[in-house]
């Protein structure tokens, strides 16, 4: 099995920033694309950024020029850096990998979510 573990998330004033880390660990044999999405109360859960195994990305709109994604594939671990936080991306964030195990099964893996406030 592969299990993700996310870290970094907590209480920040509007315009601070924050860092998200997503360990992967288990039967990985490859990891594919990774991704951080979020959910807000009330709302569905949505793509935030995403990040290839070669490190191509790709931002929601509103994030777009305030988070980076990256991947340190040596560790397994992807990273989420937001800046200039607004409170209207207080949400929890989770973690999502597209992961090829040495047992050649392919499974969409999540984390358990780390919560994310930004106060006003």
């Known amino acids: 099995q592969v299990q993700l573990v996310e870290s970094g998330g907590g209480l920040v004033q509007a315009g601070g920033s924050l860092r998200l880390s997503c360990a992967a660990s288990g039967s990985i044999a490859v990891i594919n694309d990774m991704g951080w999405y979020r959910q807000a109360p009330g709302k569905q859960r949505e793509l935030v950024a995403a990040i290839t195994s070669g490190s191509t990305t790709n931002y929601e709109d509103s994030v777009k020029g305030r988070f980076t994604i990256s991947r340190d594939n040596a560790k397994n671990t992807v990273y989420l850096q937001m800046n200039s936080l607004k409170p209207e991306d207080t949400a929890v964030y989770y973690c999502?990998?597209?992961?090829?195990?040495?047992?050649?099964?392919?499974?969409?893996?999540w984390g358990q979510g780390t919560q994310v406030t930004v106060s006003s």
């Open positions: 999502n990998a597209h992961v090829l195990t040495t047992m050649l099964s392919l499974l969409n893996v």
